[in-house]
């Protein structure tokens, strides 16, 4: 058994459909989550600076005696996550693999869409994987770099929303059967995303079949929580505003939650 919290890092809020599914599959584990809203969105930004970004995130959350980290952000997976998790001492986590391995299950036309931030398509992170495992599996991957403004400023259900999703699938609309939601802001906009793809796209949540792989680590490594262990002690930080984040917070999550502002650069020169 391991008492000590899981530590979720994200560029802003999108790591929260994470962070749902965990309370849903493990409700006993303790959550510190990160989400650098100041900075977001992290997709248009380069390569370099993602990966300060996420080494400060990193961090932050072993200064909290995390027992595990979980990259619930596309874009600092696809150019951080292996150097990180290759330094540190404790499990640390990406969202890419197990979205990829969720699409490759369920396409029945051998025609993956993977949408996600600029930098994520860049690094062609998700077409590698998925051929990887299946060689003969099509991957097409378009870039969203409007999806995360429309996230972080609280306007998922908005008629601004709806026309930018319904332009920028456009290229997508008839070609795949499958599509892979390559950043962790984007199952916020689902309900939107799915109506213009149509009924018979199957949408994959990366973040949400990531918490699969947490639940696997957590017993191979023997760190589960304590079920006789009573209260929980989440806390989520971000480095914009609480009021704007704790909304979106709570109202994606269905209940309160305690949020706090942290200012990294003060945190990790003490």
């Not at 072993?62 to 330094?87: D, Q, R, Y």
């Not at 060689?135 to 930018?164: G, H």
């Not at 609309?173 to 962790?184: A, H, R």
């Not at 023997?222 to 917070?249: L, P």
Request: proline share 6%; hydrophobic share 40%; aromatic share 6%.
């Amino acid at each position: 058994m391991d008492n000590r919290p899981i530590g979720f890092l994200d560029s802003g809020v999108g790591g929260l459909t994470v962070v749902r599914e965990l309370m849903r599959q493990l409700p006993h584990e303790d959550i510190i989550y990160i989400g650098d809203s100041a900075r977001a969105p992290y997709g248009p930004r380069p390569a370099e600076q993602i990966r300060e970004y996420t080494w400060q995130l990193v961090n932050f959350l072993l200064t909290k005696n995390v027992k595990m980290i979980v990259f619930a952000c596309n874009t600092a997976t696809a150019v951080a996550w292996e150097e990180i998790k290759a330094s540190l001492g404790i499990p640390v986590l990406g969202v890419i693999l197990p979205g990829s391995s969720a699409a490759i299950k369920v396409t029945q036309t051998k025609k993956v869409g993977v949408i996600a931030t600029p930098m994520t398509v860049k690094s062609d992170i998700y077409k590698e994987k998925v051929q990887l495992l299946a060689p003969d599996i099509s991957v097409m991957s378009l870039a969203c770099p409007r999806f995360v403004p429309l996230v972080e400023s609280n306007e998922t259900t908005s008629s601004v929303a709806k026309k930018v999703v319904y332009e920028t699938l456009a290229p997508l609309v008839g070609q795949v059967d499958t599509l892979i939601l390559g950043c962790t802001h984007y199952p916020l906009l689902r309900p939107i995303i799915q109506n213009v793809m149509g009924p018979g796209v199957k949408l994959i949540d990366s973040g949400a079949e990531t918490v699969r792989d947490i639940s696997v680590l957590l017993n191979y490594f023997e760190i589960n929580r304590s079920r006789e262990v009573q209260g929980k002690k989440d806390c989520f930080y971000t480095t914009a505003g609480v009021a704007s984040f704790q909304e979106i917070a709570e109202s994606w999550l269905g209940k309160s939650i305690r949020v706090e502002h942290v200012n990294l650069e003060e945190v990790l020169n003490d």
